[in-house]
């Protein structure tokens, strides 16, 4: 097909094509939707027990329980750590809201360290320079180590922080990890001693987003908090009812965040395709890796990431940083629920793609300690504080990626960026 001047109209290709996934299940689907709403019990019941267990025994923990959003999952797992006012917890500026959200939201303070660039990550060594105290620059923010009562990782893009590190620096310290594994449902990490260790699992607690559009969604709003203790993953059960055991006695104030049971019954049912699923979004991130090489589109990382940022990114790159993986297992650990390129001059490619009818996105035009919510915070001219992660927040591109997308679609996405770099 031709348009009057001769220009190729292309069909447009989505950041995400969640009717395709719908295809390809839907009569499994619609028997369990079908199933629940004649079952009558909408709120918790079996629907809920079954997929909290199923998807235990996928993690490979002790506890799953399902509430209502990602968001709430942070929350009630720092309310469940008795987080408030006084307190201060560590995350990375490089996130979505929530994840500094939960902690505002508690009154505690959130304290923004900057990331890893190579993996988009909160940088490990940087929280240990801190709670050692050999790092005095967060002195200006009023924060201390001493205040520091729980850590978040954040595992963007479906890559997992360094945890072996994490869990060597929780330990050190007895701080506990709160794992944001939003975005990183069955990535794996294996550790210097050869254990695998899945997102969400090893930390204090790991908390889950069913958001429509992560690797594992439902037909709206879920979530769900991973944890390993008995006591806690009790605490959380009843933080979830409004605190209330036995009914309507109440000896903590707690929300009401429970996962639906409808969403459940969908949940349990797109579950025995994630692995599935997984695979082919890494296989997809392999063809990528391969065309963007073919095309000669890719650039080295700044140099930088090793010697240290200035702040003002003199990277000059003429192509495409590719993801990282910062281990391989199998093909990947990393589950790829966004393949994120780096690129300069990124707003305007971001548009051409636009424009040219392929999706893209910015995950995250702004980072946490940069937003206006969070101003008396007071990071603003403190610049060299989080470097890398503004850094990222100016570079990063998100481009198509899910199961069915095809090699053919993948080829015009690499072509289309060639001829807009060039
Ligand atoms: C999606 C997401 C959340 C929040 O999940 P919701 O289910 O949308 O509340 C938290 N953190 C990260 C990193 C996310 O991507």
Redesign the pocket.
């Given at each position: 097909m031709t348009q009057p001047d001769n220009k190729p109209i292309h069909r447009p290709i989505p950041l995400l094509d969640l009717q395709a996934q719908y295809d390809s299940i839907a009569t499994e689907l619609e028997s369990a939707a079908l199933e629940l709403m004649r079952s009558g019990q909408f709120i918790m019941g079996d629907a809920v027990a079954q997929f909290e267990s199923d998807i235990a025994g996928y993690l490979g923990v002790e506890h799953a329980i399902g509430c209502a959003?990602?968001?709430?999952?942070?929350l009630l797992a720092l309310m469940a750590l008795d987080i408030g006012p006084g307190d201060a917890v560590i995350t990375s500026p490089f996130?979505?809201f929530?994840?500094g959200g939960a902690i505002a939201r508690l009154g505690a303070t959130p304290v923004f360290m900057d990331i890893r660039p190579a993996d988009f990550n909160l940088d490990p060594a940087g929280v240990r320079r801190f709670l050692e105290g050999s790092d005095s620059r967060y002195q200006a923010l009023g924060v201390r180590p001493e205040q520091v009562k729980a850590i978040i990782p954040?595992?963007?893009y479906g890559q997992m922080a360094n945890m072996e590190e994490f869990l060597a620096i929780s330990k050190e310290f007895s701080i506990p990890l709160v794992e944001?594994a939003?975005?990183a449902i069955g990535a794996k990490q294996v550790f210097s001693d050869g254990r695998v260790v899945g997102a969400g699992v090893e930390g204090g607690f790991g908390?889950f987003?069913?958001?429509p559009s992560?690797n594992l969604g439902a037909f709206g709003?879920?979530?769900l908090i991973t944890v390993r203790d008995p006591e806690l993953a009790e605490k959380v059960r009843v933080l979830r009812l409004h605190g209330s055991k036995p009914k309507y006695y109440h000896r903590m104030v707690g929300i009401n965040s429970r996962l639906d049971a409808l969403q459940a019954a969908i949940l349990g049912v797109k579950l025995k395709h994630l692995d599935a699923w997984s695979a082919a979004r890494q296989e997809k991130a392999g063809v990528y890796n391969r065309l963007f090489t073919e095309a000669g589109l890719v650039s080295e990382a700044p140099a930088c990431w090793i010697g240290g940022c200035s702040g003002d990114c003199a990277w000059d790159g003429q192509g495409v940083v590719l993801p990282y993986e910062t281990v391989a297992l199998n093909g990947g650990a990393h589950i790829y629920?966004q393949y994120t390129i780096r690129v300069k001059n990124r707003d305007s490619l971001a548009q051409d793609l636009t424009d040219a009818g392929i999706g893209n996105s910015v995950y995250y035009p702004l980072c946490l300690h940069q937003q206006e919510c969070f101003s008396d915070l007071g990071y603003a001219g403190l610049e060299e504080l989080c470097p890398h992660a503004v850094c990222a927040s100016n570079q990063a591109l998100s481009l198509p990626i899910y199961p069915e997308l095809s090699e053919d679609d993948q080829r015009r996405v690499v072509e289309t960026i060639g001829k807009l770099l060039a």
């Open positions: 959003s990602g968001s709430d999952a942070l996130t979505f929530a994840t954040v595992h963007l944001d939003a975005q908390c987003s069913f958001f992560k709003d879920g979530g629920h």
